[in-house]
């Protein structure tokens, strides 16, 4: 059995990592009842319009510099703590793509700020939140340290980079009511296919409409100081820089949501350029088809059974049951919520 999740349980404000920082583990699990109890008060809040502040109003601020640099390492995130970087005190980050490749900048140009495009706009005020792939509360800058992964370097709370990407989220949340979600974060709610991914179909999609961008393999086209920290023009869907087998957007539902909302180039919620019947195929493609780092811990994550959100599929859950793990790869799948 599937189970139906809101997609913003699942991913929270930040998605493309996996969550494995130490900080997290050292929480207490949680039990299937006090978990229910936390996601009903993340339902009950109340919705509040988009709100997103005006660019020129950072330097009003009176952290103007700092609320700057954590706008800077969203928006280059691999020259400034990549794994390439020329000081390895300052690699945070396990792989060479930019935070902004995945939270999206809307028409200010500020980085987490178009709306389904995982959007930042309100993650000051998401966190400490329940984390169902650990059953553990978290906090904002636990989340933001398990994005950046295992690097060279660990960032923590006290770690300058960390105070200033918060002060980049404090002030990007500074026109949202605390105690309350926001329209527009999370991913767009779409309606699912009745019916089985179909990769083989997805591939002929994917050769029409992402092969320019993210090329024939999906490893992305890399900018010319690569070797020196300058990461991707098109990042990479597939290989070693980009989410791994046990990440959120692994599972083809979820992937399915952020490409209908934001691919190829120039896509929003609001004006799509793929069906949602595409999406899913591309997802299933990308997915299933395209080599990418094993995440040897996945087997661990969703602890509890009855959590595991649908398209979680990892045969380590389903070693005498191939059919249901085909089933939970590629569906048909539960419509997922907003």
Same mark, same amino acid.
């Given at each position: ?10 991913? !929270?404000?930040?998605? %493309?990592?996996? #969550?494995?920082? /130490? ?6 699990? #949680? ?7 936390? #996601? ?49 005190? &300052? ?7 930019? %935070? ?13 700020? &178009? ?17 169902? &792939? ?11 340290? !398990?994005?950046?992964?295992? +690097? ?33 974060? +999370? #991913? ?24 320019? %961008? ?15 920290? +300058? ?10 820089? /980009? ?67 649908? !398209? ?27």
């Amino acid at each position: 059995m599937f189970m139906t999740l809101p997609s913003w349980l699942i991913h !929270g404000a930040l998605l %493309c990592g996996v #969550l494995t920082t /130490t900080a997290v583990l050292a929480e207490p699990e #949680l039990d299937r009842q006090q978990a229910a109890q936390l #996601l009903q008060a993340q339902q009950a809040r109340a919705v509040q319009p988009w709100r997103v502040p005006n660019a020129v109003d950072i330097e009003r601020q009176p952290n103007a510099v700092l609320i700057r640099q954590g706008m800077a390492l969203l928006q280059n995130t691999t020259r400034l703590a990549g794994p390439l970087v020329a000081d390895p005190g &300052k690699r945070f980050s396990r792989n060479n793509l930019n %935070c902004i490749n995945c939270h999206e900048a809307g028409p200010s140009g500020l980085p987490g700020s &178009k709306p389904y495009g995982l959007a930042l706009v309100n993650a000051i005020h998401d966190y400490p939140r329940l984390d169902i &792939k650990s059953m553990r509360v978290i906090t904002l800058e636990q989340r933001v340290a !398990g994005m950046f992964g295992k +690097g060279e370097a660990s960032m923590g709370a006290d770690t300058p980079e960390m105070k200033a990407i918060l002060a980049y989220l404090s002030w990007l949340g500074s026109e949202a009511q605390p105690g309350m979600s926001m329209q527009g974060t +999370g #991913l767009a709610r779409i309606t699912l296919p009745e019916r089985a991914a179909d990769p083989g179909r997805g591939q002929a999609l994917f050769g029409q409409y992402c092969v320019q %961008c993210h090329g024939a393999q999906g490893l992305g086209l890399k900018a010319p100081d690569f070797a020196t920290g +300058g990461g991707y023009v098109f990042p990479p869907i597939a290989g070693d820089d /980009t989410y791994d087998d046990g990440g959120h957007m692994y599972m083809v539902p979820l992937l399915t949501q952020f490409i209908h909302a934001n691919m190829p180039l120039g896509s929003t919620a609001d004006t799509p350029l793929l069906s949602v019947e595409q999406a899913y195929d591309i997802a299933a493609y990308v997915n299933s088809e395209l080599p990418r780092r094993h995440a040897p811990q996945r087997g661990d994550a969703y602890p509890d059974p009855a959590w595991r959100p649908a !398209g979680f599929a990892v045969p380590e859950h389903f070693p005498d049951d191939p059919t249901g793990y085909q089933r939970v790869r590629f569906g048909p799948f539960p419509t997922p919520s907003e």
